[in-house]
């Protein structure tokens, strides 16, 4: 067991090579922006490391075996238990996010901000792209926060770096403040959770808290449960920040309209992806556990928050004209739908194998939500770059005559917003709402009180997908007047030519993924579901606490 | 009472009152002293629980680094020697209601729970700094043996030979970016001062 172990430690830091390779071409972008000014060069080297990454992963994938499929149970185990992080197969899928989303960035901002900062500028792309693999891969407390601040850090000179103006400084520093807050709240909560459970180790986190035994503090003390609870709710606290879930949205509209379009479109996802990684893998959503661990009342409380950010999201978003803020409105309503997903999980377990879980619709979720948003600032961007900045409602009217093709790409990206079919977001919608219903129709055969029980927690969850579908239809109107703005009223002075640039690119890329994602979604949702669901042993053991779990 | 619990109290006291000062007072540098002590008294409870080298690095970097930063911080921007922050009533009512609330949840919930079991692993011994320090620098051969408690019925996994390289390689990342941003921020504010 021990030459395991130490083989299996010695191992760890090559499965995080294209994290690695990231973190290196970033400093030597760091370096480089010292002797060289060009945007060009330092876009093609963070391209390339980018590409290097990729190719890194792909011989990683070549020669580990993601834990799951780890033969000897008790090496796994053991693996689990000490290693600061993990090969997953739910890592790989966000490491590949990462690198895409890293990609996406770096087009995007190819032509962002004074070209004397395109160097320190990609590099602080570089290490946002090695930030979001790394919390996919984290198993450890400190590896994950620290892990998270790999994106916050960076972020906040993305944000300060292109514009430095009063308006984008405020919101840099605004950001800067409230995510160092927020910050601090997760460590709170991370130290009560070290406390009651005497390890880092999420795994052993877990476990320790009798994840698979269904219920929060089974093994511990139980009169521990108050400490769980305290730390569950300052984790929510720290991570709805990131997400802009509804009680810490605050930031999102002023932060969005004070900076650039760039780095509004990578604020509304790169901080929800690993947000919603990081509390996926903390409640135990992902593996052989049932996202009990922190206790049933987690369901309840994600249940309020997406109910109150969606419709909050959506209503506040009607009244603006601004399209940045209209899109920070959009994007904290889009994370109430997500919410929906981890409200219903822990209720979905010991449904039949074909149904989708709440999780499994989340993650599709984010990536169809990370295609469709990044696209529409694209398109602002796009838009903006041959001078006049695209900022207002009135700006984009006319657009279909005077740019037929933006015009058309932008209506796509709308119609995903709203969930229309063929389109990624309404395969994702799709999902998240029928997750909610099918908690209603998985109802256990049992005594009348479990049964009384579980319909009730139907009507609930029934309910969530009602508030769901209202905040959808709401959020069509404000879509929809953005498309009449751009096809039925006549442009007064009709925006530039547009340039051809790197962004264009970047463009098509979200345009194509958002139309197969729609078209396709079983590409991603297979993987998705080998990544999320529990290996076969973890499978038994949760059908086993089964019924423990419909008693509490 | 114990030397040990009648030291605890003192340095619990001297932790609290200093806290509370540095939430009442509204002069910067008086809420800085305070917040010396306060976190002066919180290493000596490092120290008092024998964990050394937290209670070290305690004084190193919050004592010695961040309160000689936040005097500075106030000695370059301030326009006078005493600079008085204004709270209004409102404010007071609020953040009174929130950190009481705060304050009695936790209360509470610390009250409630029993002090845990000793069933400490029979050869659980305090770390000496010098391991911890090898460690960090990525030598997994000097981590002492711990174990990861709390699992499966008293199953102890041993949690051997972890270096601490890893996160201690993504912190110097964290920094090369804080200096850089750091940098930025500086530069930007001297070329502002040019243009006008």
């Known amino acids: 067991m021990q030459d395991n172990l130490a083989i299996a430690l010695m191992g760890f830091p090559s499965q995080l090579l294209p994290e690695i390779i990231l973190g290196l071409a970033a400093c030597v972008l760091f370096l480089g922006a010292t002797w060289k000014v060009s945007r060009h060069v330092w876009g093609t080297v963070a391209l390339a490391a980018l590409v290097l990454a990729g190719l890194a992963m792909w011989s990683v994938h070549h020669s580990h075996t993601p834990i799951e499929n780890e033969p000897k149970a008790e090496f796994a185990d053991t693996i689990r238990f000490s290693a600061p992080v993990l090969y ?126 269904g219920g929060i503090a089974t093994r511990a003390v139980p009169t521990w449960r108050g400490l769980v609870l305290v730390s569950l709710v300052m984790i929510v606290a720290g991570l709805g920040f990131r997400i802009t879930a509804v009680p810490f949205h605050f930031y999102a509209p002023d932060v969005y309209q004070g900076t650039t379009t760039v780095s509004a479109g990578m604020l509304a996802f790169v901080p929800k992806i690993v947000g919603f990684a990081a509390l996926l893998k903390l409640l135990g959503f992902v593996g052989d556990s049932n996202g009990q661990a922190m206790g049933s009342q987690a369901p309840i409380l994600f249940w309020i928050m ?27 309503a889009h994370a109430g739908y997500m919410l929906i997903g981890l409200a219903v999980a822990p209720r979905m377990t010991g449904t039949s194998a074909d149904a989708v879980n709440g999780v499994e619709a989340v993650v599709f979720y984010l990536a169809a939500y990370g295609a469709m948003t990044l ?74 009180e479990a049964v009384r029980q579980a319909t009730e927690q139907g009507r609930l969850y029934g309910l969530l997908a009602l508030i769901g579908a209202v905040n959808a239809a709401i959020g069509a109107w404000y879509y929809l007047r953005l498309a009449s703005a751009m096809y039925l009223r006549e442009a007064i002075m009709p925006l530039p030519a547009v340039k051809t640039t790197p962004a264009v690119f970047a463009m098509v890329v979200c345009a194509v993924l958002t139309l197969v994602l729609g078209m396709f979604p079983s590409t991603l949702l297979s993987p998705i579901r080998e990544a999320i669901r529990p290996t076969i042993a973890g499978q038994a053991k949760i059908a086993a606490d089964g019924p423990k779990v419909a008693q509490r | 009472m114990t030397l040990h619990a009648a030291l605890f109290y003192i340095l619990a006291t001297v932790t609290a009152i200093s806290a509370i000062g540095v939430a ?3 002069n910067i540098v008086r809420a800085a002293t ?79 729970i029993e002090p845990p079991s000793r069933n400490i692993p029979p050869n659980h011994t305090l770390l000496p700094s010098k391991h911890i320090g090898a460690a960090l620098l990525g030598s997994s051969s000097s981590t002492p043996e711990a174990k990861v408690t709390g699992l499966r019925g008293g199953q102890f996994i ?39």
């Open chain 1, 306 to 332: 997406a109910a109150v950010t969606m419709t909050l999201g959506n209503i506040l978003a009607l009244w603006q004209t601004n399209i940045k803020r209209l899109l920070a409105y959009s994007s904290i």
């Open chain 1, 88 to 213: 997953t197969k739910f890592g790989v899928l966000f490491k590949l996010i990462g690198l895409i989303t890293g990609v996406l960035l770096v087009l995007l901002g190819w032509d962002e901000g004074g070209e004397e900062h395109a160097g320190e500028y990609h590099a602080c792309l570089l290490l946002i792209a090695a930030g979001i693999g790394l919390t996919g891969a984290a198993n450890d407390l400190i590896t994950l926060f620290l892990a998270l601040e790999l994106i916050s850090i960076p972020t906040y000179i993305v944000l300060y770096l292109p514009r430095i103006t009063a308006p984008a400084q405020e919101a840099a520093m605004k950001y800067f403040l409230l995510s160092v807050f927020s910050s601090g709240l997760l460590l709170f909560g991370f130290s009560y959770l070290y406390g009651v459970t005497g390890t880092t180790n999420i795994s052993g986190i877990l476990d320790s808290l009798g994840a698979s035994q």
């Open chain 2, 24 to 26: 009442v007072t509204s």
């Open chain 2, 34 to 112: 305070w917040l010396l002590f306060a976190l002066a008294s919180t290493a000596g409870i490092y120290f008092l629980l024998g964990a050394d080298f937290l209670g070290a690095t305690q004084l190193i970097v919050y004592v010695g680094g961040t309160m000689i930063l936040v005097v500075f911080g106030v000695m370059l921007t301030a326009s006078g020697p005493f600079v008085n922050m204004k709270v209004g009533a409102a404010e007071w009512a609020i953040s009174l209601a929130v950190g009481l609330l705060l304050y009695s949840v936790l209360a509470i919930v610390l009250l409630q």
């Open chain 2, 158 to 196: 041993p949690r051997t030979r972890v270096s601490y390289l890893l996160p201690f390689e993504i912190i110097s990342v964290h920094l090369l970016v804080v200096l850089i941003g750091a940098a930025y921020l500086a530069r930007a504010k001297r070329r502002r001062e040019d243009v006008a």
């Open chain 1, 375 to 448: 696209g529409s600032f694209a398109v602002l961007h796009v838009l903006s770059q041959s001078g006049k900045t695209v900022e207002n409602e009135d700006d984009l009217v006319g657009l279909g005559k005077t740019h037929p093709v933006m015009a058309l790409v932008m209506v796509l990206f709308l119609f995903s917003l709203i969930g229309m079919p063929l389109t990624a977001g309404f395969v994702g919608k799709f999902l998240l709402f029928f997750d909610a219903m099918s908690v209603f129709s998985s109802i256990p055969e049992g005594n009348a």
